[in-house]
């Protein structure tokens, strides 16, 4: 059942300035987490930085190590995929001729 219209009360708006039921921030605390959290992003990049550099030292590193330089190692696999791709595309072309058949 829906209420009674008239027996419903609307409170008019006012436009009150009373102070105990204003909106009150302490913007002393927002402050300060701001403050920290600015100071956990440059910590935070600080720790990228090093732990980057770090890696890529260790990279080097490996590579320098490795007999057949990366850059060849990639070349001649670079190589190698393409005469597998212009192999398959050969037998696509040709299908089956030449392979026995199932009868």
Known sequence: MSPDP????????TNS??????????????????????LGGVLGLAGVVVSGSCLAAAVRDWASR???PPTELARHHWERAKA????????????????????
């Open 6 to 13: 008239a027996a419903t009360t609307v409170a008019p708006m």
């Open 17 to 38: 300035r009373d102070p105990e039921r204003a909106f009150r921030l302490n913007s002393r605390p927002l402050i300060v987490g701001g403050v920290l959290m600015g």
């Open 66 to 68: 490795q007999e057949v």
């Open 84 to 103: 597998s791709a212009a192999a398959g595309a050969t037998a696509w072309r040709n299908g089956t001729q030449g392979h026995a058949t199932l009868s």
